[in-house]
């Protein structure tokens, strides 16, 4: 099944890898949908690591003569591909704390407002 050690520790990684998304998963330590893209990555590099003759024909395609080094190439684009997401967003979470912030901060004022008002009228009585 494995022809050489380079594949076995790609597929040993990996699955180690699926392995513990699904416990932090299950420990709620990683939400659902975060753990989707890590499952998809593990599952391509196990299968890739598993099916060498694949592997074999897909690698001169990509330009990569030593075809485990294309195990190493599917797992840095994916993390580029997770990197990107992850990247996205915190984008978006830092446009909704931006606005939660501007939001609070116009409450507090309001607050402060009615509070002096009510003061205010307190004191004419």
Known sequence: MFTDRLSLLVFVAALGLLLLV???VRRRALAEKY?????????VILLLAIARPALDRIAPILGIYYAPSAL???GFVGLLVIL???SAVITQ??????IAAQQIGILRERVDE????GRQFSDDK
């Open 22 to 24: 699904l416990e932090m």
């Open 84 to 86: 990107l997401y992850f």
């Open 93 to 98: 979470l830092t446009r909704d704390a931006r």
């Open 114 to 117: 009615l509070e002096n008002s």
């Open 72 to 74: 190493f190439v599917a």
């Open 35 to 43: 753990s989707l893209l890590w499952l998809i990555l593990s599952l």
